[in-house]
């Protein structure tokens, strides 16, 4: 049967196959019609239940369950197909209990999906029902959706490498316009140069004197232009300023560690965790309200997420690994205060309300971490003498302010309270 | 010239002592910088580091060296003794993991009031929203990638005792690990209120 629109191709050729391609066309454009015809079959369920159902779904079952992903527990898809609707309505009531009956199938899916268990919901029989009837009906229906979300996909890439490239093709005309400018100007004067001449020469002489002459046949000469006084001296001033600016900031970077970014063990990222996923500074760095260090959080705290995510990825499998043997990881210290001054973070975030971007920086843009302020003794001092006290609702600061108020108009700073003194952070 | 280039190269040693990178830089007066006795988060476990200035020779080690060879890993803090309980602080929660069903019968230990719930708030910011979102409905940032986060109004957990909750934040449940080790136990207990009133929401 194969064989012959072949043969009637070869027989009626190019007006016949015009014919064929239409054909072709017509049912390839007829598809879309199908798909829009079996929803208006899937149609024949209830729409109040189907709704109802859509509600009960994404209220209680879409943390661990989508139609057609496995997210969680398995993807529901035609799940009435699998397994009867007694079984069904059973598992989602208690499915402790239908895998500790033995049931062959509960028990393989238990294994397959990482021994997690379902949280039992004591749904009525007419909520499991709307329930299922809505997952029946997303069944049917789910082609045109995938589409849909693979085209934003595509749109969103396209979009975001067209932006980055932007900078480089802004930066290189500016770089080509620059080049014609200067071009431009060099062919300028040497026209205006020839013009002049020209004109001088029709004007036998007449238009410029001797002077004019030397100044357009002038050429630019290096080697005397170097040994004139202006240039010795304009350069040596530079020179010597730069030099001596060079020594002093040199000098002043002896014993300051900014701008530190040593390399971790570990490629943690700040820009993803505080930055991308916003999770607070004191979920890791539990000791920042409570003790004098922030705390540099313990493996347990990293496997509070990474037991889950991205346990795959070699970086994460340090973790797992150091996990698994007890061991701490040996991160390297980015803030190192000398030992000779105090600082205790309890008192500036816990009292003092202090910000930890105001010391630390934008942290949540750092994929490694760098020492950010000088943390100097001026740097410190300098903060002392600028911040006010954060006395607001703190009773121990209560009779300071009014001492404070009634004998000086500016407000409480932390310098008033004896934020200068020397044995405050060294003793 | 030599003149030049001598100072070229004052300027490049003086430079070099800035921090940049993996190099901390040059000390001003390094026996000063490093603590003698243990101090937590900094360990040097190198025993050649600062043998250069060395102030005790007899000690058999440098400068520097700075770890405990009597902790596990050397290291200069020690976990506290197994079963102490700490000082000026409520008394242990002792239900292993494994009994979930009689925490319910565990009651809160403080009471209702508006402060409570205000500091609540700011500890459910730092410690659960990046999961179970603003208003508990397990979508924050993280809760919509970690997946599996039970919305606390959802039927299934929406009438959970106080004692449950609170036994779920120590010891985790299902997909989420225990705080226990992150939370004092009266955070814990404010952090319960808070998620009661996202329950009823």
Redo the contacts between chains.
Sequence with gaps: MQTKPTKLLVHFGVPFSQFFGLILLSILLSIPYQIIAQDEESQEYDPSVVKNGENLFKGNCTVCHAINEVVIGPALKDVHERQTEEWIYAFIKNSQKVIKSGDEYAVNLYNEYNKTLMTSFDFSDEELNAILTYIKDESSREIQVVVADANQGLEGGEVSSVSSDNLYISLGLNLILLLIIIFVLFRFTNLSKKYVLLKDNQSKGKLLDEEDLEVVKSQFNIKKFIKSNKFVGITSFIFIAVFVKSCIDGLYTIGIQQNYQPTQPIAFSHKIHAGQYEIDCNYCHTGVNISKSANIPSVNICMNCHGVINTDKPEIQKILTAYEENRPIEWVRVHNLPDLAYFNHKQHVAVGGIECATCHGPIEEMDVVYQYSELTMGWCINCHRETEVNAKGNDYYKKLVELHNSSSKKPMKVEDIGGLECSKCHY | MRK?IF?IF??I???S?????????????PN?????PY?????VKDEEIGSWLDSNPDDGHGEFYNSNPYNP?S?TMREPVENTVRRGSSLPYRLPKDSLELSASVKSPIEDSEDVLKEAKVLY???C??CHGEKGM?DG??GK???????YN????KDKPEGHIFHVITHGK??M?G?G????IEDRWKIVKYVQTLQRQ
Excluded: F
């Excluded at chain 2, 000063?32 to 003698?36: D, E, G, K, L, P």
């Excluded at chain 2, 101090?39 to 360990?43: A, F, G, I, T, Y």
């Excluded at chain 2, 080790?181 to 004092?184: E, T």
């Design positions: 030049i100072n004052i300027i040693t003086l430079i002592c800035s921090a940049k990178n993996d190099d901390p830089g040059v000390e001003y007066a000063m910088y490093h603590s003698v101090e937590p988060l900094s360990q890993y290291m910011d730092r410690y929203v990046h397990g940032s993280v990638v970690y997946k599996g986060v039970t919305a959802s039927r299934a957990v299902g997909r690990w705080h080790s992150q939370i004092s």
